[in-house]
């Protein structure tokens, strides 16, 4: 098995807690009014999907016999 004789230097993992970088980002473009429109319309259109889908499929999530509901195929009619 090699040993390594020399000492790793690990100072500068500890240092890099307290660097601080001297380049500012730029500063972030302010969204126009007809973003914020457009951004509003897709997320209001995504909730109500969700409210639409949610509403229209509770009724087959529900368990239990309704007594009162029974279908019939028109193969069974006598005729």
Do not use: K, Y
Request: net charge positive; proline share 8%.
């Amino acid at each position: 098995m090699l040993r390594r004789r020399e000492a790793v230097p690990f100072a500068f993992v500890a240092e890099s807690d307290r660097f601080r970088s001297n380049v500012t980002p730029p500063p972030r473009e302010r969204l126009t009014p007809s973003q914020i429109l457009g951004r509003t319309l897709i997320g209001l259109t995504v909730v109500a999907g969700l409210v639409g889908s949610l509403l229209f499929g509770m009724p087959s999530l529900q368990s239990g016999d309704a007594s009162g509901h029974r279908q019939q195929s028109e193969a069974s009619d006598t005729r």
